[in-house]
Nanobody, 124 residues
Framework: QVQLVESGGGLVQAGGSLRLSCAASGRFPSRTTMGWFRQAPGKEREFVAAFNWSGGSTYYADSVKGRFTISRDNAKNTVYLQMNSLKPEDTAVYYC?????????????????WGQGTQVTVSS
């Protein structure tokens, strides 16, 4: 069984920064896709950033390009999301997802496992 545990959310003023972490445990293939998604109240879960399954490429939503950075520590099985220049519209619950050899990394339906989510609130 795979478990994903997110942490690092909180309340921050617009223009501030937060760093989210997602620690993976359990048995999973060595090559996986890991991504960050977010969901605001009344909205669908939307893609934020991801590593593809080969680990060689990163992908970002247009809304976060230049502000957010996804990174990972393979030794710790942990993926990070550094969020800078935060805006009120970034307010959402942020989820970490893990899947196999996903081609369309922006599609949340293709991920097999999810964490419990961590709340990010950006005040204006």
């Amino acid at each position: 069984q795979v478990q994903l545990v997110e942490s690092g959310g909180g309340l921050v003023q617009a223009g501030g920064s937060l760093r989210l972490s997602c620690a993976a445990s359990g048995r999973f293939p060595s090559r996986t896709t890991m991504g960050w998604f977010r969901q605001a109240p009344g909205k669908e879960r939307e893609f934020v950033a991801a590593f593809n399954w080969s680990g060689g490429s990163t992908y970002y939503a247009d809304s976060v390009k230049g502000r957010f950075t996804i990174s990972r520590d393979n030794a710790k099985n942990t993926v990070y999301l550094q969020m800078n220049s935060l805006k009120p519209e970034d307010t959402a619950v942020y989820y970490c997802g893990l899947g196999g050899r996903i081609v369309v990394v922006t599609n949340p339906k293709l991920y097999d496992y999810w964490g419990q989510g961590t709340q990010v609130t950006v005040s204006s």
